[in-house]
């Protein structure tokens, strides 16, 4: 008896780690700038989405799949919300889709336009938009549902470029 106690006890300890561990990186004034230097020389595929974006969710579980099938793939996701949202509620709906061991990032400022204008002042803050840059540094933007067949004809030109 004492056994399975300890055992859930250390079960609930795991699970409060792991879905903690999982919780997005605030993404607030300057990140843009970090993020593309920790990223800098290697393909990657920045995915914008959020909460409160029908088409964003209904999309995610597709980006969690070609994940899974694309080890290439190194995508970070940024839930770009116009306010800032509950972690756990965006972890719990990345871990939905598959996309729980993914980079994340969250928009944390209220002043949401400012991030925005930060990472392109184009963009009016439409969501989903996908931004792909290559190892060059040079960026091409998907605004709306990404076509996941570009995304992957995107990698193969990256994969043959190496």
Request: overall charge negative; glycine content about 6%; aromatic content about 8%.
């Amino acid at each position: 008896m004492r056994l399975s106690l300890l055992l859930a006890a250390l079960l609930s300890v795991v699970s409060l780690w792991t879905a903690a561990a999982a919780d997005p990186q605030p993404f607030e004034r300057g990140s843009w700038a970090k993020l593309r230097e920790a990223h800098a020389g290697q393909p990657t595929v920045i995915h914008f989405w959020g909460l409160t974006c029908a088409p964003c969710l209904v999309e995610l579980p597709h980006w969690g799949e070609l994940q899974a099938e694309r080890p290439d793939l190194r995508l970070v996701l940024i839930a770009a919300d116009p306010l800032p949202q509950d972690p756990e509620r965006l972890s719990a709906t990345l871990a939905k889709a598959g996309l729980d061991k993914t980079e994340s990032w969250s928009f944390t400022d209220r002043f949401y336009e400012r991030l925005r204008y930060g990472i392109d002042p184009a963009w009016a803050g439409e969501l989903p938009r996908t931004v792909m840059i290559d190892r060059g540094g040079k960026v091409t933007v998907l605004p709306g549902v990404a076509d996941l067949a570009e995304v992957r004809q995107w990698l193969d030109a990256q994969s043959k470029s190496h």
